[in-house]
Every structure is written in C-alpha cells, then in structure tokens.
C-alpha cells in the first residue's frame, strides 16, 4: 500500500556533506520524493516534533543538537514507505545498527545519528502536518 513518511537529516548528516548519499540510498530502493526543505529548527518545533521525548533525559542535548543547524526535511513515497525508511535507516544507536544501513554505515553515535523517521503511519500523519501543513 502506498504511504507517505517523513525524514529529517540532520544536522549532522548537513555538516559531513552527507546529505546525497542518504537522500540517494532511498532513491535507489524505489521511494519517491514528494516535498523538500533546507530549514533550521528552532526551540518551539523541537519540542513539537520530539512531544513523546521532552521529558527524557536525553532531549535537552538532543534539542541543541538538532536546534544547532539546518536539515534536509524529506516527504518520501512508496508501498510501506514508513517501514522500508526504517529498515532503511537502521536501529537508533549508529554504532549498534546493521552494517548496510544508513546509520550502520555512517554514523558512531546515538545521538547523531543522521536521520529521523516517522516510526508509525499515525506519526508520519502528525509530523507531516508538523513540517508540511500546506501538503496535500
Ligand atoms: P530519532 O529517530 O530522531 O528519535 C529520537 C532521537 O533521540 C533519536 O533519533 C536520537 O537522535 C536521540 N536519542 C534517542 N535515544 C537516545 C539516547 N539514549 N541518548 C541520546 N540520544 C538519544
């Protein structure tokens, strides 16, 4: 069934030049691109794309993380889009994720980990409306 997802790369993945090479390897599986945008996060859109983490110990660092630079906001297409990005993507620690993997392969680190994507069809709904309210 074909679903829609969103995928930030972040800062980081900006910051190392690796913004093709990520955005690619989704390409080449077969997803196709909807919407796309260059923008920074501020404070405010933080704690509303992260609601389910703002109270961990790990959001205010991750705040500034994702708050200290721009990224690549990416609506991605295709037959369950939201699983193929996350299998795509790999498990959230880059050093204990799947060789093969976006995170597997280029990324040492649980907090900058070069992607994030929607976990759920219910959350790629509310987050795409978070970063594309004017998507059809
Ligand atoms: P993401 O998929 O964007 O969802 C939440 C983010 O929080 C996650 O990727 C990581 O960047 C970060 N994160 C999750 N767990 C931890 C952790 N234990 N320590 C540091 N950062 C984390």
């Known amino acids: 069934m074909s679903e829609r997802t969103l995928v930030l790369i972040k800062p980081d993945a900006v910051r190392r030049g ?3 090479e ?4 989704f390409e080449r599986k077969g997803l196709t691109l909807a919407a796309m945008v260059l923008r920074t996060m ?3 859109l933080a704690d509303r794309h992260y609601d389910e983490h703002v109270d961990k110990s790990f959001y205010p660092p991750l705040k500034q993380f ?3 630079g721009p ?3 990416v609506v991605l297409c295709g037959d369950d889009a939201v699983a193929v990005v996350r299998a795509l993507t790999g498990s959230t620690d880059g050093r204990k994720a799947a ?6 392969d280029l990324s040492l ?3 900058e980990n070069l992607v994030h994507a929607s976990d759920s069809p219910e959350s790629a709904e509310r987050e795409l409306k978070i970063w594309f309210p004017d998507l059809a």
């Open 18 to 20: 690796l913004v093709g």
């Open 22 to 25: 990520i955005l690619g390897r």
């Open 42 to 44: 501020d404070g405010e």
């Open 66 to 68: 994702m708050t200290g």
């Open 71 to 73: 990224l690549v906001a």
């Open 99 to 104: 060789a093969g993997t976006v995170r597997g």
């Open 109 to 111: 680190s649980n907090r």
